[in-house]
Each structure stands twice: as structure tokens, then as C-alpha cells.
């Protein structure tokens, strides 16, 4: 196989793809590289940390203002595999193993916990992955790059070792020498930037980090400090380091595709150990992993911390890999995997289906089932040679198959926000099994629904033709029951009646086998809960967790918006206290905030994540964000007519999902608000779909026409629209669309039929209030005289031509 781009690539096209700053800009001779810049203002956005190694030395938690959002509170569990439960009879346990080197976002202005945007790559394969690299950094912007505490903590949560990323590029693409030698500077015996790096990681929480040397023209002596450097780290902590085959012992820059005696001392030096794990370049052939495995081998290494790298950056599951020689078909495996780039799945997505459909293609193969990855592809599926490993091990056990991003938000099966979101700190643990069906008859389908949950934004929904029992496989598990043990279902059916749903369970003395427990019929069409009672297996340990659908209905339809184990009653911690604002930032001066808040922890009890909201005039609470941690951004807090102040309350979600007792705090407004303004202004909007990933309906509401053809909201899909929640309901006197020409596209491309709609609450029906036909014009007006929270734009025809695109700038809705 010939050798492919090296990773220098990455940050080029990490700042092309992701938004990122030049990764190619050299700074002038004799000037130092610009720092991480610092939050002045008390309550603007915290973003994910990343610096150079100067100014590394300079960073301390006690004075960075953004420090305390970025903390991961997720400790890394432990994780089970066993061979007799794998999916696929081909996949192997114990042996290779799979590093994702993956950006969730730019290396500058990367939001620290989530935001309102509900395109976002909310990677759910976890169980196939061993460590996820957090991939980034460009010598415009900076070196090394912390991951966000959102990656961490969901990474975590499913036994994912997480490593941040040092990137030297090249000298063509910006790298300077000195940026190395500055990395590998001592203080007497002391190498202080690698105790930054040990520092960033525990108080972070993250495992450790990725060293990617491409600058040229170092020396032996200057390989050699690197080596040197990890040692030092590791002899002072348990800070991991995973290397990429670029420098070589002799200091120069060579990808020797394999583990060999010009780069082998990165990874054991003598009786050293350098590094943690090898990266091995893309351009590995046969010969080449079996003499690293040889050598790995010889070294007292395994070859299974050897990684050999596929790019799948440009061309996803339509790379060409040499799986025989990695995975050879019936044989042990010859090294582990490292994927480059896989978060294609999410950057080449027409939309949020269009996303998970090429994922499961990626993860499990072309039958989103990974018992199968028959195909005529070469491309199988990762299923196929590597077995699921699951992090559930120990109780309680609480899934509500939330995925970290939605298009609104629930709360015990109450809509508390509307509008799109991600975090995937508040992401569940996937099923182990994505998707597992067995049935003498039609299989049903399972699917993750965005349309309903009990808790987050998703559910498992479970819909198709009934016509034999079909057993639906979903975790892995090692869960002792106890005699006071209860596994609890909340399940929701189109109509009241039989929900031919059970609970299905097996244990460790019997794996294979599932008992079966009934969950009855229900009573109505909202979330129920079901509780059943596992004392009569005490003492056993359960090893899988399903679902047994048995009935017949040509339409089955049911969701399921929670799965819980536990020991008897469900949990309530103790109540956070000392909730305190630590800054405020107007967004529209009078009308609106952005807050920092910060609490003290529960002081007892497992706290699953805390939950914001704010509450209203009328007793009613509106949801502003959660997160496992003790401190939380608030992007948005709007001003209720001309109230002089606002409660904003915090409570704690037990790893039940029992809710304390909450703390409050108040926001005092100063001013008089606005008479008029853009009320869509920077509100949480959902849309159709989106053309690609960079086109969200985000777009349509950050106030500005002046980025490009990409700021913009643009859809393809048949149905389009666009929606956007005000907050509350406000008194709206005129709408104004931006359409192509406006951004500065072709006229030709101007919206030309649409509709305005609006309503006041989730459940009401949509009221027309404008429509347009014949237009031709890049910004139109449309003055109404209504009261509205949630305001919608309907596409019909959306060009002056058969271009099937929709192309929205800005759309604002303007009142007081």
C-alpha cells in the first residue's frame, strides 16, 4: 500500500472543514504566538482550553476564568466483554482494539458545554472504542488542545480512555522548531511543560495525550529530549502518551508506517517505557505489520498497543483497507486499529438521519445490524472484527437512550425547553447491541426517535410488523441482583391497551437464555412507568438486558423513554446549595443575559447531572441547561416584560433520576427593555434538515449575512421549514426574511413562495400570519399585529428556478 498524507494535513483541514484558524500561518520571526485568549467578561462563553508550549507554563486553573467549565466529573468506568455475548461470531475479544482520532469542533472557540445547535458529531459507537483521541490544533491557534469536559465525560461514562493532542506541523505548514525545543525545555531536573500537561490532564479529567512531532530538522539530541519527556511524565504520574510514527530516533522526520529500529525507543526505550501506545502511519503493508508485531513483541510490548492508522477523513467507509492483513479473517488479530478522521460520518450528513444511517454503515455495517456485515463492500463494519466491550458493571443501571442532542428537552416526560441543543455530558450510555433482533417472523425496527423522551431529547422506539416474538437485544451487563433489586421500564403506546412489551433479562449462568418479564397494558397514551421486582433472582447476575415484544399488530409502534436497575426505592440526593452568579453579560442590554453560575455540590448522594432552569411569573419553571459538573454557562436568559428580577433555580438528578430539593439565586435587571427588536436574535432554532453540517438553522439567527455562502440555513429536504423558540410569548409587530441574494448568492436562488406561522405553546395548532408568493426580492418584510413564542417559516418553492435548495440568511421577528 503506498504512503498516504500524514496527519500534518489534519489542522489544514480541520480549519477548512470545522471553522478553524489557518493552521498553515507562520507568525513572524521573533514574535511569540498569541495565548488562549482569556475571558474578561464575566459572563461571555467559555471555551475549550488549547495553548502553545510558552504559554502553557503561564496557564493555572486558580486564574483561568474558563477553567472550572471545562472540568470532566465523569470518573472512566470499568468495562466488560464477554466472548460468549459478542454480536458478530467473527469478532474478536481481547486482542485488537480501536483508537478514534476525532474533532468534535475547532481548536479556538469551541463551545466547553454544549450549545444550541443540534448538529453535532454525537458519536455513539463507544463500546468498539478503546481511546478517543480529542484531534485538533493548528500552528495559528495553538499546539496542544485539552479536550471539552462534555467528550470526556461521555467517554467516560462507557469506559473510553480520552487523550488530548500536541501537534507539531510541519515547517511548510506553520511548525517552527523552537515550538519544539520550547516543549522540551528543562528547569534543572524538571521538565515544566510536561508538568502543565500532567496538570491540564487531572484537573481536566482527561487520561493523557497524543504526541504528533512533523516539524523537520531536529537532532538526535532533540528526539531524544522528547522521549526523555514522556519518560519524565509518566515516572511522575499516570499521564499516558500514544506517538505518532513521524520523528525518528535520529531527529528527522520520516513515516516509517510500521514500529521499527528508527522509531521504536518512542515506545520502549531499554528497560524505559516511552509511550503508552504507537500510531502507526497510513501507508502500513503486510510485511511491515508483521515485523512490528515481531518487534513489539520482542520489545516486551504487546503488538496490540501498536495501532496501525486508515484515513477515512475524505472518503469515509469508502476507504480502502487492507482488512485481511490487519483482521486476518479467522486468525488473531496482527495489530489494533486507529481511525483517522471518522466523524465523516457527521461532516458529509444531509441531515441528522442522514448522519446516524452512515454511522451505523461505519460502526456495524450495511445491515445496521452487526450480527450480519455480510456486504459486498470491502467496507464491513468495525463490528466485524472487534467484539463489544459494555461499561455496565455495577448498580444503579439508568438509560433513557438519550443521545446528548435533540431538538427539545424533557424532564420526567414534561416539555421543560424547546428549541435544538447538544451536550453530550447529559448523553446515556448506547445500547451495546445497535441493533440486535431475533424473531421467527417480520422484525421489528428499532431506532433512536428524536420526536418524544422522557428524559433529554430521544427515546427507543420500536415499530413495524408484529407477527412473532422478537426479542430485542440491548446491553451487555455484569449486574448482581440483590433481593431488593428492581429493573423499571417507562414505555409509551399510540393508544391504550396491550403494549406487548416485556422486559427480557439473562444471566451469567445462562447467558444465552432470557427470562421474560411482562410489563402489562396501559391505561392512556403518556409515559408509564412499569416496575418489576427481581427479588426472586437474588444472588445471580444478569448479563444481558432486552426487550421481548410478543403479539400481533401490523403497525406495532411503542416507545420506550427509560430502562433502570436499582436497589430498592429510587434515590433523591440532598439538594446543591450556594448558588451563585459569578458574571453577567447583556445580549440585548435590558432584555437579556448570559450568565456563569456556580454551585456547591450535593453533599450526599450519586448526583447523575444538575438541571437549570429559570422560574416564571406563574409558577412554572423554564429549563436553561444541565451538566454533571458544578458550574454551567447560560447562553440566554431572557427578561420577562419588566420584571426587576429573575429566580434561577439549580437541582440535582440522582444516578436514579430522583430530583433534590432546589437552590435559587436571583438575576437583577437594570434598565428599560427594548421596544422593539429582533426577538429571534440568537434563539435556540430547529429546522427540515440542513444541506450539510455547516448549514444549520443556527444560521438563520446569528444576526449576520456577511460570512460566506455558509451562513446560511439551507435545506434540501422535501418538507422545509424553520423554527424558532422566543423564550415566551411575546408581542410581535413584523417578520423579515433574508433570502440568497442577501448573503450575496444569486438572485436566481431567492426564496420564492414561503409562509410565516406562529403559536404560542408546544401543543398548539400553527397560525399563518403571512404568505408570500412570486417573490423575487433578496429581503422581505412583513408586518403583523400577534403574540407568539414560537415562530415558523414554511419554504413551498424555494427558488425562481427548479433548485430544490432552500436558502435562508437571517429570519427575525421583531417585537417587544
Same mark, same amino acid.
Given at each position: 500500500?503506498?504512503?498516504?498524507?500524514?496527519?500534518?494535513?489534519?489542522?489544514?483541514?480541520?480549519?477548512?472543514?470545522?471553522?478553524?484558524?489557518?493552521?498553515?500561518?507562520?507568525?513572524?520571526?521573533?514574535?511569540?504566538?498569541?495565548?488562549?485568549?482569556?475571558?474578561?467578561?464575566?459572563?461571555?462563553?467559555?471555551?475549550?482550553?488549547?495553548?502553545?508550549? %510558552?504559554?502553557?507554563?503561564?496557564?493555572?486553573?486558580?486564574?483561568?476564568?474558563?477553567?472550572?467549565?471545562?472540568?470532566?466529573?465523569?470518573?472512566?468506568?470499568?468495562?466488560?466483554?464477554?466472548?460468549?455475548?459478542?454480536?458478530?461470531?467473527?469478532?474478536?475479544?481481547?486482542?485488537?482494539?480501536?483508537?478514534?482520532?476525532?474533532?468534535?469542533?475547532?481548536?479556538?472557540?469551541?463551545?466547553?458545554?454544549?450549545?444550541?445547535?443540534?448538529?453535532? +458529531?454525537?458519536? @455513539?459507537?463507544?463500546?468498539?472504542?478503546?481511546?478517543?483521541? *480529542?484531534?485538533?490544533?493548528?500552528?495559528?491557534?495553538?499546539?496542544?488542545?485539552?479536550?471539552?469536559?462534555?467528550?470526556?465525560?461521555?467517554? #467516560?461514562?462507557?469506559?473510553?480512555?480520552?487523550?488530548?493532542?500536541?501537534?507539531?506541523?510541519?515547517?511548510?505548514? $506553520?511548525?517552527?522548531?523552537?515550538?519544539?525545543?520550547?516543549?522540551?525545555?528543562?528547569?534543572?531536573?524538571?521538565?515544566?511543560?510536561?508538568?502543565?500537561?500532567?496538570?491540564?490532564?487531572?484537573?481536566?479529567?482527561?487520561?493523557?495525550? *497524543?504526541? %504528533?512531532?512533523?516539524?523537520?530538522?531536529?537532532?538526535?539530541?532533540?528526539?531524544?529530549?522528547?522521549?526523555?519527556?514522556?519518560?519524565?511524565?509518566?515516572?511522575?504520574?499516570?499521564?499516558? *502518551?500514544?506517538?505518532?510514527?513521524?520523528?525518528?530516533?535520529?531527529?528527522?522526520?520520516?513515516?516509517?508506517?510500521?514500529?521499527?529500529?528508527?522509531?521504536?525507543?518512542?515506545?520502549?526505550?531499554?528497560?524505559?517505557?516511552?509511550?503508552?501506545?504507537? *500510531? =502507526?502511519?497510513?501507508?502500513?503493508?503486510?510485511?511491515?505489520?508483521?515485523?512490528?508485531?515481531?518487534?513489539?513483541?520482542?520489545? $516486551?510490548?504487546?503488538?496490540?498497543?501498536?495501532?496501525? $492508522?486508515?484515513?477515512?477523513?475524505?472518503?469515509?467507509?469508502?476507504?480502502?483497507?487492507?482488512?485481511?492483513?490487519?483482521?486476518?479473517? $479467522?486468525?488473531? #488479530?496482527?495489530?489494533?486499529?486507529?481511525?483517522?478522521?471518522?466523524?465523516?460520518?457527521?461532516?458529509?450528513?444531509?441531515?441528522?438521519?442522514?448522519?446516524?444511517?452512515?454511522?451505523?454503515? +461505519?460502526?456495524?455495517?450495511?445491515?445496521?445490524?452487526?450480527?450480519?456485515?455480510?456486504?459486498?463492500?470491502?467496507?464491513?463494519?468495525?463490528?466485524?472484527?472487534?467484539?463489544? /466491550?459494555?461499561?455496565?458493571?455495577?448498580?444503579?443501571?439508568?438509560?433513557?437512550?438519550?443521545?446528548?442532542?435533540?431538538?427539545? !428537552?424533557?424532564?420526567?416526560?414534561?416539555?421543560?425547553?424547546?428549541?435544538?441543543?447538544?451536550?453530550?455530558?447529559?448523553?446515556?450510555?448506547?445500547?451495546? +447491541?445497535?441493533?440486535?433482533?431475533?424473531?421467527?417472523?417480520?422484525?421489528?425496527?428499532?431506532?433512536?426517535?428524536?420526536?418524544?423522551? +422522557?428524559?433529554?431529547?430521544?427515546?427507543?422506539?420500536?415499530?413495524?410488523?408484529?407477527?412473532?416474538?422478537?426479542?430485542?437485544? =440491548?446491553?451487555?451487563?455484569?449486574?448482581?441482583?440483590?433481593?431488593?433489586?428492581?429493573?423499571?421500564?417507562?414505555?409509551?403506546?399510540?393508544?391504550?391497551?396491550?403494549?406487548?412489551?416485556?422486559?427480557?433479562?439473562?444471566?451469567?449462568?445462562?447467558?444465552?437464555?432470557?427470562?421474560?418479564?411482562?410489563?402489562?397494558?396501559?391505561?392512556?397514551?403518556?409515559?408509564?412507568?412499569?416496575?418489576?421486582?427481581?427479588?426472586?433472582?437474588?444472588?445471580?447476575?444478569?448479563?444481558?438486558? @432486552?426487550?421481548?415484544?410478543?403479539?400481533?399488530?401490523?403497525?406495532?409502534?411503542?416507545?420506550?423513554?427509560?430502562?433502570?436497575?436499582?436497589?430498592?426505592?429510587?434515590?433523591?440526593?440532598?439538594?446543591?446549595?450556594?448558588?451563585?452568579?459569578?458574571?453577567?453579560?447583556?445580549?440585548?442590554?435590558?432584555?437579556?443575559?448570559? =450568565?456563569?453560575?456556580?454551585?456547591?455540590?450535593?453533599?450526599?448522594?450519586?448526583? #447523575?447531572?444538575?438541571? =437549570? !432552569?429559570?422560574?416564571?411569573?406563574?409558577?412554572?419553571?423554564?429549563?436553561?441547561?444541565?451538566?454533571? /459538573?458544578?458550574?454551567?454557562?447560560?447562553?440566554?436568559?431572557?427578561?420577562?416584560?419588566?420584571?426587576?428580577?429573575?429566580?434561577?433555580?439549580?437541582?440535582?438528578? /440522582?444516578?436514579?433520576?430522583?430530583?433534590?430539593?432546589?437552590?435559587?439565586?436571583?438575576?437583577?435587571?437594570?434598565?428599560?427593555?427594548?421596544?422593539?427588536?429582533?426577538?429571534?436574535?440568537?434563539?435556540?432554532?430547529?429546522?427540515?434538515?440542513?444541506?450539510?453540517?455547516?448549514?444549520?438553522?443556527?444560521?438563520?439567527?446569528?444576526?449576520?449575512?456577511?460570512?460566506? %455562502?455558509?451562513?446560511?440555513?439551507?435545506?434540501?429536504?422535501?418538507?422545509?421549514?424553520?423554527?424558532?423558540?422566543?423564550?415566551?410569548?411575546?408581542?410581535?409587530?413584523?417578520?423579515?426574511?433574508?433570502?440568497?441574494?442577501?448573503?450575496?448568492?444569486?438572485?436566481? !436562488? %431567492?426564496?420564492?413562495?414561503?409562509?410565516?406561522?406562529?403559536?404560542?405553546?408546544?401543543?398548539?395548532?400553527?397560525?399563518?400570519?403571512?404568505?408570500?408568493?412570486?417573490?423575487?426580492?433578496?429581503?422581505?418584510?412583513?408586518?403583523?399585529?400577534?403574540?407568539?413564542?414560537?415562530?415558523?417559516?414554511?419554504?413551498?418553492?424555494?427558488?425562481?428556478?427548479?433548485?430544490?435548495?432552500?436558502?435562508?440568511?437571517?429570519?427575525?421577528?421583531?417585537?417587544?
Amino acid at each position: 500500500m503506498p504512503r498516504r498524507l500524514p496527519l500534518l494535513l489534519s489542522a489544514v483541514l480541520a480549519a477548512a472543514v470545522l471553522g478553524a484558524g489557518p493552521a498553515a500561518q507562520a507568525r513572524p520571526a521573533g514574535t511569540a504566538p498569541a495565548a488562549a485568549p482569556a475571558t474578561a467578561a464575566a459572563g461571555t462563553q467559555p471555551y475549550a482550553s488549547y495553548w502553545y508550549p %510558552n504559554t502553557i507554563l503561564n496557564w493555572d486553573p486558580a486564574t483561568d476564568p474558563d477553567a472550572r467549565f471545562n472540568r470532566s466529573s465523569v470518573p472512566l468506568r470499568p468495562r466488560t466483554s464477554d466472548p460468549a455475548l459478542r454480536a458478530n461470531p467473527n469478532a474478536r475479544a481481547g486482542e485488537g482494539k480501536i483508537a478514534s482520532l476525532a474533532a468534535f469542533g475547532p481548536t479556538s472557540n469551541n463551545p466547553s458545554q454544549g450549545s444550541a445547535d443540534p448538529s453535532y +458529531y454525537a458519536f @455513539g459507537y463507544w463500546q468498539y472504542v478503546d481511546k478517543l483521541v *480529542f484531534w485538533g490544533g493548528s500552528a495559528g491557534e495553538g499546539l496542544i488542545l485539552a479536550p471539552n469536559p462534555t467528550v470526556i465525560d461521555a467517554a #467516560h461514562r462507557n469506559g473510553v480512555k480520552v487523550y488530548g493532542t500536541v501537534f507539531f506541523p510541519p515547517v511548510a505548514y $506553520g511548525g517552527q522548531l523552537q515550538w519544539v525545543r520550547d516543549f522540551v525545555l528543562k528547569s534543572g531536573s524538571r521538565y515544566p511543560v510536561a508538568d502543565k500537561l500532567t496538570q491540564a490532564a487531572r484537573y481536566y479529567g482527561f487520561d493523557g495525550w *497524543f504526541i %504528533n512531532q512533523e516539524t523537520g530538522g531536529g537532532t538526535t539530541a532533540l528526539a531524544t529530549e522528547v522521549r526523555n519527556l514522556m519518560q519524565y511524565t509518566k515516572a511522575q504520574s499516570g499521564t499516558e *502518551f500514544m506517538w505518532y510514527d513521524a520523528m525518528t530516533e535520529s531527529g528527522s522526520v520520516s513515516w516509517q508506517n510500521a514500529l521499527t529500529t528508527a522509531n521504536d525507543a518512542f515506545l520502549q526505550d531499554g528497560t524505559r517505557r516511552t509511550a503508552d501506545s504507537m *500510531f =502507526l502511519n497510513f501507508g502500513w503493508s503486510a510485511d511491515g505489520l508483521a515485523s512490528s508485531r515481531s518487534r513489539a513483541t520482542a520489545l $516486551g510490548r504487546s503488538p496490540y498497543e501498536l495501532y496501525s $492508522g486508515i484515513d477515512t477523513e475524505a472518503n469515509g467507509y469508502n476507504t480502502g483497507v487492507d482488512w485481511n492483513t490487519l483482521f486476518p479473517a $479467522g486468525g488473531r #488479530h496482527t495489530t489494533s486499529l486507529g481511525l483517522y478522521r471518522p466523524e465523516w460520518t457527521w461532516k458529509s450528513a444531509t441531515d441528522r438521519a442522514d448522519f446516524y444511517a452512515k454511522d451505523a454503515r +461505519y460502526w456495524v455495517g450495511a445491515n445496521n445490524d452487526p450480527s450480519d456485515t455480510t456486504t459486498s463492500s470491502s467496507w464491513k463494519g468495525l463490528a466485524a472484527y472487534v467484539a463489544e /466491550s459494555s461499561p455496565i458493571t455495577a448498580k444503579p443501571f439508568v438509560t433513557n437512550f438519550d443521545t446528548g442532542q435533540g431538538d427539545f !428537552y424533557n424532564a420526567g416526560g414534561t416539555r421543560v425547553a424547546t428549541g435544538g441543543w447538544n451536550n453530550l455530558s447529559l448523553q446515556d450510555v448506547p445500547p451495546t +447491541y445497535r441493533w440486535l433482533v431475533t424473531s421467527t417472523g417480520s422484525r421489528l425496527t428499532p431506532s433512536v426517535d428524536f420526536g418524544d423522551a +422522557y428524559e433529554g431529547g430521544s427515546s427507543l422506539r420500536l415499530t413495524g410488523r408484529l407477527d412473532a416474538a422478537n426479542t430485542v437485544r =440491548l446491553y451487555q451487563t455484569r449486574l448482581p441482583v440483590a433481593a431488593d433489586s428492581k429493573l423499571s421500564v417507562v414505555l409509551k403506546t399510540p393508544a391504550a391497551g396491550a403494549s406487548d412489551l416485556k422486559a427480557a433479562v439473562s444471566f451469567t449462568d445462562a447467558p444465552g437464555s432470557f427470562t421474560t418479564l411482562d410489563l402489562g397494558a396501559t391505561t392512556g397514551t403518556g409515559w408509564e412507568r412499569r416496575t418489576v421486582d427481581l427479588s426472586a433472582y437474588a444472588g445471580r447476575t444478569i448479563a444481558q438486558i @432486552g426487550l421481548r415484544v410478543d403479539g400481533n399488530n401490523p403497525a406495532y409502534d411503542v416507545r420506550v423513554g427509560q430502562l433502570a436497575f436499582y436497589d430498592g426505592s429510587v434515590d433523591v440526593t440532598a439538594a446543591p446549595s450556594g448558588l451563585t452568579v459569578l458574571g453577567a453579560t447583556d445580549v440585548v442590554p435590558g432584555s437579556s443575559r448570559s =450568565l456563569r453560575l456556580s454551585w456547591t455540590a450535593a453533599p450526599s448522594g450519586s448526583v #447523575h447531572h444538575y438541571e =437549570l !432552569y429559570r422560574r416564571n411569573a406563574d409558577g412554572t419553571r423554564s429549563y436553561l441547561g444541565a451538566t454533571p /459538573s458544578d458550574a454551567y454557562f447560560v447562553s440566554r436568559l431572557d427578561r420577562a416584560g419588566t420584571e426587576s428580577s429573575t429566580t434561577v433555580e439549580v437541582e440535582a438528578v /440522582s444516578a436514579e433520576y430522583g430530583r433534590s430539593a432546589a437552590a435559587s439565586t436571583s438575576v437583577s435587571w437594570t434598565g428599560t427593555p427594548p421596544v422593539d427588536g429582533n426577538l429571534a436574535l440568537n434563539r435556540p432554532a430547529t429546522a427540515s434538515g440542513r444541506c450539510n453540517a455547516d448549514e444549520s438553522p443556527a444560521k438563520a439567527v446569528n444576526g449576520s449575512v456577511n460570512g460566506g %455562502n455558509g451562513d446560511k440555513w439551507c435545506t434540501t429536504t422535501a418538507d422545509k421549514w424553520l423554527e424558532v423558540d422566543l423564550g415566551s410569548a411575546r408581542a410581535l409587530s413584523r417578520f423579515v426574511v433574508k433570502h440568497a441574494s442577501a448573503g450575496g448568492e444569486s438572485a436566481s !436562488y %431567492n426564496t420564492r413562495d414561503f409562509t410565516v406561522q406562529v403559536r404560542s405553546s408546544a401543543t398548539d395548532p400553527w397560525t399563518t400570519v403571512a404568505t408570500v408568493t412570486g417573490n423575487t426580492a433578496g429581503t422581505t418584510t412583513h408586518p403583523v399585529t400577534t403574540t407568539a413564542r414560537y415562530v415558523r417559516l414554511v419554504v413551498t418553492r424555494p427558488t425562481q428556478t427548479t433548485d430544490p435548495a432552500a436558502r435562508i440568511y437571517e429570519f427575525e421577528a421583531w417585537g417587544a
